[in-house]
């Protein structure tokens, strides 16, 4: 999974990144303080590995991975060129969700860029920009399909779904906001590539007053999350620089200090529980004496596609799998004895994959 990490100048994006990802990215008071993304990867904690690595006595434990990139600050008229815009552009086309940074702290001392905080006005800047920038692809794209039409009529259906698009996108709505009937006309939206069609989380950045009620009381806070309502968005809320403190201490100290805030969980978990519940991702475990180790797929996945996760020979050769739940697994203590209970299916082609599946696959080449 990779993330977007994105906003205007000085609303905490960079410092966001650093701590989620202790990469170091540049962090200053002025705009285009980081000029080329930073990538940084983190683990997605997950307890479950640890317990069975326990009982498989693992070499090593593999938890699943979230890639994180850091993009530079957007202003207005990016869709045009200015400042990094086009850069900006180019670069968060190759996420799979955008994690969108925005402002909802009062300070002095940090410079807001448009003079003053509002996050839903910082939100529609940006994605004004990126409908600028989807609007003229899908003219390009219109342009060609009404050209090569003239010789193959099965265009039709497409120019059809371009002009939607683009008459939703003038009305000042993302793409993401249409739905479709079908599983091809999604898939062909999708292969467009389009900016606005991108999931989108929202992380309200605030003071540390303001987390121990989870941003209840900060009005900048209830509008964006009345907006993600509306948009079918994620948001959470942030402190950026506790979260760059949190980076500093080690698991004890860390859910010492998190205790005294009095807050269970920081920014990362907050993070990658609205990642995995917005593009609908579940994790299915594999265990042994070489490795345990968690892999992250989309929920509805048949057994034959996440064997795929590991490697295509096991999805081409696929022929079952043999599964039993974690919960179950950690209650039997063995494998073998999970087996004697039971508990340990074999399933077929047909079988969907849950959350917390501990799986062995089956299959010959």
């Given amino acids: 999974m990779k993330l977007g990490i994105v906003g205007l100048p000085n609303v905490g994006k960079s410092t966001l990144f650093n701590s989620l990802t202790k990469a170091g990215a540049e962090s200053a008071n002025y705009p285009f303080c980081t000029i080329d993304p930073n990538v940084g990867i983190v683990t997605v904690p997950d307890s479950r590995l640890e317990h069975l690595a326990a009982i498989y006595d693992s070499e090593k434990i593999i938890p699943a991975a979230i890639e994180f990139v850091d993009i530079a600050g957007l202003v207005k008229g990016a869709s045009k060129g200015e400042g990094l815009g086009n850069k900006f552009l180019s670069n968060i086309r190759e996420v799979d969700a955008i994690v969108h940074v925005v402002r909802c702290f009062e300070d002095d001392n940090v410079v807001h860029v448009d003079g003053s905080v509002d996050p839903i006005r910082?939100?529609?800047?940006?994605?004004?920009?990126l409908i600028f920038s989807d609007v003229e692809i899908l003219e390009r794209r219109i342009a060609k399909t009404t050209k090569s039409l003239k010789g193959d009529k099965s265009l039709a259906a497409e120019l059809v779904i371009l002009k939607k698009l683009k008459d939703t996108l003038e009305e000042g709505m993302p793409a993401r906001a249409l739905e479709w009937h079908t599983v091809e006309d999604e898939r062909f939206v999708q292969s467009l590539n389009l900016l606005t069609y991108k999931p989108v989380i929202y992380a309200t950045n605030v003071t540390e007053d303001d987390l121990e009620d989870d941003g209840a009381s900060n009005n900048h806070v209830q509008a964006v999350r009345a907006l993600a309502k509306e948009e079918k968005s994620e948001a959470f809320v942030v402190c950026a620089k506790i979260e760059e403190e949190i980076s500093e201490l080690d698991d004890d100290e860390r859910a010492?200090?998190?205790?005294?805030?009095?807050?269970?969980?920081?920014?990362?978990?907050?993070?990658?529980?609205?990642?995995?519940?917005?593009?609908g991702l579940i994790s299915y475990l594999t265990a042994g004496p070489k490795e345990t180790r968690a892999w992250t797929i989309t929920k509805g996945t048949k057994a034959p596609g996440a064997a795929g996760k590991i490697h295509t020979d096991f999805e081409k050769g696929f022929i079952r799998a043999e599964v039993v739940k974690y919960e179950e697994l950690m209650a039997s203590g063995t494998y073998t004895a999970a087996k004697e209970k039971g508990l340990v299916g074999v399933e077929?082609?047909?079988?969907?994959?849950?959350?917390?599946?501990?799986?062995?696959?089956?299959?010959?080449?």
């Fill in 122 to 129: 910082d939100i529609e800047t940006i994605n004004l920009e």
């Fill in 348 to 365: 077929g082609k047909d079988y969907v994959v849950q959350d917390g599946d501990v799986m062995l696959f089956r299959f010959n080449v």
């Fill in 256 to 279: 010492m200090f998190l205790e005294d805030l009095g807050i269970t969980d920081a920014g990362l978990e907050k993070l990658i529980r609205a990642s995995y519940s917005l593009l």
